[in-house]
């Protein structure tokens, strides 16, 4: 088991992460969800031994970090946020310098090489520079990087960032079959719905402190909305006004603009969304589609922050 | 020790130099270029007359009134420095580059002079032992010696009673001869200028490659991958021993390819000692590592870092009498100049090929290169930031 005990770590005056606590057992996968700046690579840092806390503990397996760290680190694949690629040499000879780095060589080295590019779909590629590789065969190579000295626990630093849907979801396969494999997962990430399909479990961290650590079914249960609904309008968008007489209609809990409409969201959608219908009716505004809508992470972290995962502007009403 | 890490770390660094095929070009053959540019204009041709005074030695192997009066207006002449020495200190210091001209006077000079003066018969021999790189100021030397000469052995002539003036109706002839040897270590190594020009621009581009090689780590720290090399079961030291051992055989491969090229196509010579050649390689390659990474360890930026290092570089390699030859330098530069690890090196290197001098004179520049190398590696230990 991963234990993070009372964690901490400031940069000057300002606390980066501040008392953050959480465990991961063997074979769990474990999403850091927080906005940018939220203090989740400084965590994963100070996990994989490339920070040094200012207070609290880590220990892998019972064993603590600051006193078995080159022992620990062979237990431990990073997959920094950063490419960690040198784009003027070819994949194999990128993976050839880190599982040196292991202490690996020969057939040995050849061996996890090979198994490591199979996994990530890029052995016929093994050959190419790196500086000719797609941004998501690059991101595929810099997974297969960690990989190489076969590591219990794998620290992922927002392995997705920057690629293409397509890219994304061969990741996610990649993930998913380490996961079967049953590698121990941390993977820090801000977009919601990649921790709702990867992950067993979610630690939200905001301003440096862990605000919530539970399944993502657990997470759903803290909001009082079970359901959801995008009301599409022929004039879009609409103003605060609107948003706010909606919110204020009994048992809708949430009133949020999103491109195109309104989603509305209630604990009994059945009775409240006559009511919000006939609302938009006084208002002159023509509902010209109703889609069911989720209620997702997003709305989770907005309940608990009071703010948006990601950077850009949100407009929620809630009473 | 995680040797299999130093080894992947190590031929990872070279991998990235030789894949940047450009810059090994850049590395090897511009050298090569300019140090034949170099050879061609200063090989055998010293222009030191005209930065400063040249050291000659005078050996008076006659101590004759006329030697003595020779040797007392060379001494006062402007454009020399002499030094009064015995012949057997005069070749040592020929040989090694001190002075660039000896003239010597052997015993009976004077009388033999003296009557050669009239007679232009059974003229005496002057030996005039030079540097076989500083053949203007052999000249210079030569043209004073006759100038002194014939005025000292006149006025002897003139000023003994009863001495024949027949010979005057035959009219004055210079009443010695010269007789010129090259002076180097070996015997019969013809000098060439080339070697002097390869040694200084084999430093200089060596250095510009040690100045890549820490940017090259500056950037590596820059980049996601320092994140993967920190996480790996690694320490410090052997990060740094990797480094050091990368950087030292790039430049090796360096010196050796830039060496290779001025012995089979401008005729250098390792007319020396080779395994003082090869120490002074050795030590040379080290010091560019160790330079290397001092510059990473107290540089902030590559962009910025690289300025600096260039502008150390260019000074350092113009102290070292690599681009112009040290003696014409004024005499406190020459000086202030052996405080610059390239001179030392440059000299090494000299003393190794076209002086033909033996292990013994590789010991001194060895010592400093190894030295100041210590010295990089410890500031560079001493100021690497491994945790941030």
Redesign the interface.
């Known amino acids: 088991m991963l234990s993070i005990n009372h964690l901490q770590k400031r940069f000057g005056n300002r606390i980066a992460v501040d008392d953050v606590s959480f465990d991961v057992a063997i074979g769990e996968t474990v999403g850091l969800l927080g906005p940018n700046g939220a203090g989740k690579t400084t965590t994963l840092s100070m996990i994989s031994g490339l920070a040094h806390p200012d207070g609290g503990s880590v220990s892998f397996q019972g064993q603590l970090l600051d006193q078995n760290a080159n022992q620990l680190k062979r237990s431990v694949g990073l997959v920094p946020q950063d490419l960690a690629l040198y784009d003027e040499l070819s994949a194999w000879a990128n993976l050839e310098l880190f599982g040196g780095l292991y202490g690996l060589s020969g057939k040995q080295l050849a061996d996890r090489a090979n198994d490591s590019l199979a996994l990530v779909g890029l052995a016929d590629r093994r050959g190419d520079r790196v500086r000719g590789f797609s941004g998501g065969m690059k991101r595929r190579l810099n997974i297969a990087g960690a990989l190489l000295h076969d590591p219990e626990l794998l620290l992922l630093d927002e392995p997705t960032v920057g690629v293409d849907p397509q890219s994304r979801n061969a990741i996610f396969e990649n993930l998913a079959e380490l996961k079967r494999r049953g590698k121990t997962l941390l993977y820090t990430t801000h977009y919601m719905e990649e921790a709702e399909r990867l992950c067993d479990r979610i630690v939200i961290i905001d301003h440096g402190k862990v605000i919530a650590n539970d399944t993502v079914r657990g997470l759903y249960r803290r909001l009082p909305a079970t359901g959801a609904v995008l009301l599409e309008l022929e004039a879009a968008p609409v103003s605060d006004g609107v948003l706010a007489s909606l919110a204020a209609l009994p048992g809708i809990s949430a009133a949020i603009r999103d491109p195109g409409g309104i989603r509305v969201e209630a604990a009994d959608l059945g009775a409240s969304l006559a009511l919000a219908l006939e609302q938009l009716a006084k208002f002159g505004l023509r509902v010209t589609s109703i889609r069911s809508g989720r209620v997702s992470l997003e709305d989770v972290f907005i309940a608990l922050t009071g703010h948006a995962l990601r950077d850009g502007p949100v407009a929620a009403v809630q009473p | 020790m995680?040797f299999?890490?130093i080894?992947?770390?190590a031929?990872?660094d070279v991998?990235?130099y030789l894949?940047?095929r450009r810059a090994v070009i850049v590395g090897v053959f511009v050298p090569i270029l300019i140090a034949a540019f170099f050879g061609y204009v200063f090989g055998g041709n010293d222009r030191s007359e005209e930065a400063g005074k040249i050291p000659i030695a005078v050996v008076d192997e006659d101590q004759s009134g006329v030697s003595r009066a020779i040797t007392a207006d060379l001494g006062k002449e402007s454009l020399l420095t002499v030094q009064i020495l015995t012949r057997s200190q005069a070749e040592e210091r020929v040989r090694a580059g001190k002075v660039q001209v000896a003239a010597i006077m052997p015993a009976g000079f004077g009388n033999a002079a003296t009557r050669a003066l009239f007679s232009g018969r059974m003229r005496p021999q002057v030996d005039l032992l030079i540097d076989p790189s500083q053949s203007m100021s052999s000249r210079v030397v030569e043209g004073l010696m006759a100038q002194y000469g014939i005025q000292e052995i006149t006025r002897e002539a003139f000023s003994n009673d009863g001495t024949s003036t027949s010979g005057i109706q035959r009219g004055l002839s210079l009443p010695y001869v010269i007789a010129t040897s090259r002076i180097t270590s070996a015997q019969n190594i013809p000098y060439n200028g080339y070697a002097h020009s390869f040694a200084g621009m084999t430093v200089q581009f060596i250095l510009f490659a040690g100045i890549d090689a820490g940017v090259l780590l500056l950037l590596t720290r820059e980049?996601?991958?320092?994140?993967?090399?920190?996480?790996?079961?690694?320490?410090k030291s052997q990060f740094l021993f990797a480094r050091t051992l990368a950087t030292t055989l790039i430049s090796l491969f360096q010196f050796a390819l830039i060496y290779t090229a001025g012995i089979l196509i401008f005729g250098v010579r390792i007319s020396g000692s080779f395994p003082g050649f090869a120490s002074l390689a050795l030590a040379f390659c080290l010091l560019n590592a160790a330079f290397g990474l001092m510059l990473a360890s107290i540089g902030r930026s590559a962009s910025a870092t690289r300025g600096f290092a260039m502008v150390v570089t260019l000074l350092l390699v113009m102290l070292g009498g690599a681009w112009v030859p040290s003696f014409v330098f004024p005499k406190w530069l020459q000086q202030a100049s052996l405080a610059a690890p390239t001179r030392w090196a440059v000299d090494g290197l000299d003393a190794m090929t076209w002086r033909g001098q033996g292990l013994s004179a590789a010991l001194s520049p060895v010592l400093v290169l190894v030295a100041t190398a210590a010295v990089c590696l410890a500031i560079a230990i001493w100021r690497f930031r491994w945790?941030d």
């Open positions: 995680n299999a890490a080894r992947a770390l031929r990872n991998r990235i894949t940047d980049r996601g991958i320092w994140q993967r090399i920190r996480s790996a079961p690694l320490s945790e």
